[in-house]
């Protein structure tokens, strides 16, 4: 093993991951971070949301809870009650016994899980990612043994939806492909197809037959609604065909640290929910066993009582509605100070980010000049913003934009 | 087309109306149809078996959990008094890739040693881990992407998960003998003659201490033995410790095995986990450490240990760490938590002794001085599978059908039915 360890390298490092680094070792203070997507207070500070606090606290004081090992599949409550969420309460698909809902580890988690089941039991190994994407995708898919392609999404020009080059892609794809499909919020882009495009893109994954797994990071940060914002999840559910759904209550609840999310796969019938279950806990037990029980338990207390969860919808709004004149302030901000460039895509863009469009030389020059951090796409976390430090972003914005091309 | 979909919309009961040509070829079908149905995990199907159960004598010694001397689960108090400091503190923002640095840096200090050098010299790569299991699946897939053409040498018996977790990382497995069925003992000719017939520089795993699911060790001598010849084979040795404290109540004591390799200069990696000896089984903390050359080395392979999670969970769950650091770092909290291991390490060697001195009492044919030689969780009975079976059947007693018994779920009110229940199927053999 020595000269194994010896041959070693380090890792390349992780792009977002280096940025947050040289923000915090960069002494300035006035320096800001837009890097993670995790929502901040006005204050700057982690928020963390008065109801999960009460759930916590009611935790705390429940003695009868102890620590034992969940089952496989986790929480049983959570695993119902997330499903609700997705599928919404009516939901045939649920009443028929077709949905099978395992509490995995966030979003990564489930997607992870999901796909280890399709490598070893689907008849295509091939998923198709949105170009750009979340970073991890990739690795996710590669280390769980699929091989993955891109189908066109973001169009640089109109800062919007290449809709005709997605199509085109999805139209090419193998049939039994498997299509990752960002529910809402497109990260790293805050662009969403509409309702109408939604109906296109089931179409053409069902007549192609496709098979779409859903990522649902940001369910309820999008719009401020919880249904709202699992349209696209439920048209696709609702036309009877299969499908898997990542969930992620790491922003929505800001339970980041904790891990929480569920992997659902809707089937054809209840014979085959059985057998997929029971092979999806095979993969679960050779990889950890059993879930962490801490933020399952926050989120089914939340989800169970009808009073938390209504709180919890409208603190959820509360966060959505900063973000949403954030990206206001931001915009008016540029347009004050007339800034070079059409900025409405600040406006047009949807959930916790914002692809401003800056490009690489001007993203550093950002970090090197003005102490302000961002991924290297020009991706900013609007959920890092606030009406303090938003002036002094537009000036870093527009002396950088007026300063290189 | 248009019947199938007619078939179609019977069969699903579907509120939308269809679109001709709209589902392509395979309609009617699932994706998965031919997806056979996995064979039920053998350990959770006793639990669920005894929970089935209505008899009001039933007796549960299947799966290795502990619990106290009136059969229920424990939260330790050290556990409850770090969950009221953390409560309502946390940020719960997310820890680094490789997890909470304070709670690895003491969690290695249980294993290496308080004062270890090694760490001194940061010559560790460590990350957290999802308890014992994550921690064997991290290294098995650094395994898998360092050491392509490696194999795994798993004894026999092990824990069956361990099998789970190799083939998932794909990474081939060999046994080396370990058992001795005959004095319920190890079978410590056959373990070195296997290792000295593997090939130069193979993995090979090993319990740390109390073997699951014999819960036979190697003794002290042995373990030198053994370290010696991995020596001379440049093997490398990954250790599994999910019961360090649970064994001998003495967290040092049980680490011993890790601190004979460590004298003798080996590179190795640890599996640890807080499960058992800290009660969290369902918050899965646990940790993966490798011994390198040297700093740079360690900063290198934890990087790559980094690398593997991300794609995994990104970063591991917090809790649990956090219940892990407060106890660890307020010496009281500590000091009050090993006290607690000793009295869960205590009581199941009292059972140990009660199981083995009721069985003698009864006049039992048989030998039963391996239930007290054999240490931890686990006593390996020796009980064919037919009598495991009539156990269940007759006297509503679960355990897994390989005759291991949970002696963490022998209490002084069942211990006596156990016994008799035991001596009735086995006396006559």
């Known amino acids: 093993m020595n000269s194994i360890l010896s041959s070693v390298l380090p890792a390349p ?3 977002i991951l280096s940025v947050y680094y040289a923000c915090r070792d960069d002494p300035s203070p006035v320096k800001l971070n837009l890097t993670a997507g995790t929502y901040q207070s006005e204050e700057g500070k982690p ?7 009460r759930a916590e606290q009611q935790l705390a004081n429940d003695l009868s809870w102890n620590k034992e090992y969940l089952p496989l599949n986790g929480l049983a409550d959570f695993n119902k009650l997330s499903a609700k969420l997705i599928l919404g309460d009516d939901s045939l698909a649920v009443k028929e016994n077709r949905v099978v809902t395992f509490q995995c580890l966030s979003g990564t988690g489930s997607l992870r899980v999901g796909a280890e089941f399709l490598a070893q039991h689907h008849q295509q190994r091939v998923i198709f990612v949105p170009n750009p994407t979340w970073g991890n995708h990739p690795n996710i898919f590669n280390m769980a043994g699929l091989s993955v392609e891109h189908y066109r999404y973001y169009d ?5 939806l290449d809709f005709k080059g997605l199509l085109e892609d999805l139209g090419a794809a193998p049939s039994g492909a498997i299509v990752v499909l960002q529910a809402c919020a497109h990260n790293p882009t805050g662009v969403d197809p509409t309702f109408e495009q ?3 893109i089931r179409k053409i994954v069902r007549s192609k037959s496709l098979l779409p797994f859903f990522d649902n990071a940001y369910q309820g940060f999008a719009s401020g609604d919880i249904d709202s914002d699992a349209q696209a999840v439920r048209m696709f559910v609702a036309d009877g065909d299969e499908c898997l759904i990542a969930l992620s209550y790491g922003k929505n609840m800001g339970l980041y640290g904790e891990r929480v999310g569920s992997l659902t796969i809707v089937c054809k019938s209840e014979d085959v929910a059985k057998k997929v279950e029971s092979q999806v806990l095979l993969v679960v037990r050779a990889m950890y066993l059993t879930p962490p029980i801490h933020g399952a338990a926050i989120v089914t207390t939340i989800l169970k009582n009808s009073d938390m969860y209504k709180d919890w919808t409208i603190e959820l709004k509360g966060m959505v509605d900063r973000i949403l004149s954030m990206r206001q302030e931001l915009y008016e901000a540029l347009q004050a100070r007339g800034t070079p460039g059409d900025w409405s895509h600040i406006i047009k863009q949807i959930g916790m980010f914002s692809f401003t469009g800056l490009n690489e030389k001007q993203v550093r020059l950002m970090a090197k000049e003005h102490h302000i951090y961002m991924t290297y796409d020009g991706r900013i976390s609007i959920g890092g913003l606030s009406s303090k430090t938003v002036p002094r972003l537009a000036d870093a914005i527009h002396a950088v934009v007026t300063r290189i091309a | 087309m248009a019947m199938a979909m007619a078939i179609r919309n019977a069969a699903s009961r579907r ?8 589902f392509g070829l395979r309609s009617m079908s699932s994706w998965w149809k031919s997806v056979e149905p996995a064979p039920k995990d053998p350990i959770l199907g006793v639990t669920e078996a005894f929970l089935a159960d209505p008899s009001p004598e039933k007796v549960n010694v299947g799966v290795g959990a502990y619990r106290d001397d009136n059969g229920k689960p424990v939260v330790l108090e050290c556990v409850r008094e770090a969950e009221r400091r953390i409560a309502g503190t946390s940020f719960m923002e997310y820890l680094p890739m490789g997890g909470s640095a304070k709670m690895v840096e003491e969690t290695l200090k249980l ?5 270890s050098e090694f760490i001194k010299d940061k010559k560790i790569a460590a990350v957290q881990a999802l308890s014992g299991t994550g921690a064997c699946r991290l290294f098995a897939d650094f395994q898998k992407r360092f050491c392509p053409g490696s194999q795994i040498y798993i004894p026999v018996p092990t824990w069956s998960n361990h099998h789970n977790i190799w083939r998932d990382a794909q990474v081939p497995q060999k046994t080396y003998h370990y058992y001795h069925p005959e004095t319920k003992g190890l079978n410590f000719s056959g373990l070195m003659d296997d290792v000295k017939n593997a090939p130069e520089g193979s993995f090979f795993l090993l319990h740390a201490c109390a073997h699951n699911p014999t819960g036979v060790d190697p003794t002290e001598e042995q373990w030198r033995e053994i370290s010696q010849l991995f020596k001379a084979k440049n093997h490398f040795p990954f250790f599994d410790m999910a019961y360090q404290g649970f064994a001998s109540g003495d967290p040092a004591r049980d680490a011993k095995s890790i601190r004979i390799f460590l004298e003798d200069g080996h590179h190795i990696g640890i599996s640890q986990s807080y499960a058992k000896n800290m009660g969290l089984y369902g918050q899965r903390v646990g940790c993966l450490s490798v011994l390198c050359e040297d700093e740079k080395q360690a900063v290198a392979v934890k990087s790559q240990l980094q690398q593997l999670a991300r794609p995994m969970y990104s970063n591991p769950p917090l809790h649990g760490a956090q219940i892990v650091s407060t106890i660890l770092g307020d010496p009281q909290l ?13 009581r199941i060697i009292g059972m140990r002794t009660t199981l083995r001195e009721s069985l003698e009492k009864l006049g039992s044919p ?6 007290t030689k054999q240490i931890g969780m686990f006593c390996y009975s020796g009980l064919t599978p037919e009598q495991v079976d009539r156990l269940t059947s007759q006297y509503h007693i679960y355990m897994t059908r390989n005759g291991r018994i949970s002696m963490a779920g022998v209490t002084t009110g069942n211990v006596g039915y156990l016994a008799n229940a035991i001596h009735e199927v086995s006396k006559s053999s």
């Not at chain 1, 928020?47 to 606090?53: M, N, P, S, W």
């Not at chain 2, 000091?335 to 205590?346: F, H, N, P, T």
């Open chain 1, 47 to 53: 928020h963390v949301l008065e109801v999960v606090r």
């Open chain 2, 15 to 22: 509120t939308m109306s269809p679109i001709s040509g709209e």
């Open chain 1, 156 to 160: 640089p020009e109109t800062r919007g």
């Open chain 2, 366 to 371: 048989l030998s039963w001085e391996h239930v």
């Open chain 2, 334 to 346: 500590k000091s009050l938590w090993l006290k607690e291991v000793k009295i869960m390490a205590d």
């Open chain 1, 13 to 15: 490092e992780d792009p």
């Open chain 1, 198 to 200: 939604w109906e296109k």
């Open chain 2, 111 to 115: 294993a290496y040693g308080d004062d």
